[in-house]
């Protein structure tokens, strides 16, 4: 009799050192808080601290889904290093492509060039991995959606339209080839389904993303998608493979959420421990779980 209640003791501890191991898998976490369109100017000095610093405080890892600046202009670009500065010092990792806008005065490279020396990762066609969790960014491109989508057909210049999000699709497939993290995030500013831009006017929809970027979304099964561009859109939607899209634009942010913080965050389950930053994230910041089904 004590032998076997010897060996019930022993199968209740195992038991319970695997529920507490399980416990542990769910409770380790990587927060990431991910906005777009934040269109930094050259007069935008102390508008934008508070925003990172709030990221900073429940995030591990910060996100930005392009417009980062106004103009396009390399004073814009500082006026944003200055403004992201918290979250550089806290030493937070922040990954980010670039928008149309950061385009507008025809140097993106400089821009890019600014935030790269202040530490951000920027990303065109490339993919990073940190924390344990797999991102890959490309601007993306418009051209519409479905059935709707442009075609390359008539015209070089309608071709030519049609190769940049031809381009930028085979860029974002490359990098999400690269990745051989469990968990993997897409970040884009033009979005790659139409029902993340719903809201804005249906004549302007060609311009705000284009499907050819949902394939290797669908193909690689990303565990969600970060976008930005279409400041009227709807903050959710999802790819005929029912992957998650999250529009992160601030304005629509702002706009859905005006009670909270003009970010989203998403908390990645990880199966192997994950060195957070400690911070608990705030009650009132949107957040939503992913992963959790890669880690049953
Ligand atoms: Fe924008
Ligand atoms: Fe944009």
Redesign the pocket.
Known sequence: MAGRSEEGSHKACRAAQALLQRVDKVTELVRIAAV??VHCTKTSDGTLQSLFSQMVECADVIALA??LVDYGLAEEAHVLVREIAPALKAKVPVVAVL???DFEAGTPDVVKQILCEAGIVVLDGDAVEIKGVGFAGVKGFCGGFGRSSLEPWGEPMIKSFVREALDEALKLESALAKLRTRHRIALL??SPIAATVEGEPREIYPFLGSSRLEEPLNRYQVNAVLH??A?HGAPEGQTSAKVRVYNVSMPLLKRHFPDRPAFRVLEVEREEPAATNGHVPRGEAITDRIGAAASA
Request: charged fraction near 15%; proline fraction near 0%.
């Open positions: 777009g369109d392009g417009d928008g149309n806008h500013h033009y930005g561009h400041h």
